[in-house]
């Protein structure tokens, strides 16, 4: 299975994006601001680099319940997919929903269930999955 998330709205405080299954529309991505290459990753306020991950679906410590992990992001840990709406929800994780506004998404939890029944019949029969995040 190939996720593609597409950042499309690079504010200081906020990102947004689009994210697509195997190339078709799936919801909306909100995460932390983006840093230039040159500045330092801030904890909890920065978005993971651009890039190619391979996703698993682990148990969360945090949420209590399995959850969407992407692996070997160089300089972040335990960066989940999981629900939100805005930038006080996340701390480098990737939050999606249905709906798009100006700083925030909607939808959240309809919009993670969708795509978490997705992930996980896609690890039931073996299929590898990778998320590549683009601007």
């Given at each position: 299975?190939?996720?593609?998330?597409?950042?499309?709205?690079l504010d200081d405080d906020v990102t947004i994006g689009r994210l697509?299954?195997?190339?078709?529309?799936?919801?909306?991505?909100?995460e932390d601001s983006v840093r230039p290459d040159d500045e330092p990753k801030v904890y909890g306020e920065t978005a993971i680099p651009y890039g190619a991950y391979a996703v698993d679906i682990t148990m969360s410590p945090r949420f209590k319940r399995p959850l969407?992990?992407?692996l070997n992001v160089a300089g972040f840990g335990g960066v989940r997919i999981h629900p939100g709406n805005d930038a006080g929800d996340t701390e480098g994780c990737i939050l999606v929903g249905q709906v798009r506004e100006q700083k925030r998404i909607g939808k959240s939890q309809l919009a993670f269930d969708a795509l978490f029944a997705k992930l996980e019949a896609a690890k039931r029969r073996g299929e590898r999955i990778t998320l590549v995040i683009t601007s």
């Open positions: 299975m190939n996720l593609t998330l597409t950042r499309d709205q697509q299954v195997d190339g078709a529309a799936e919801c909306f991505t909100l969407p992990l992407l």
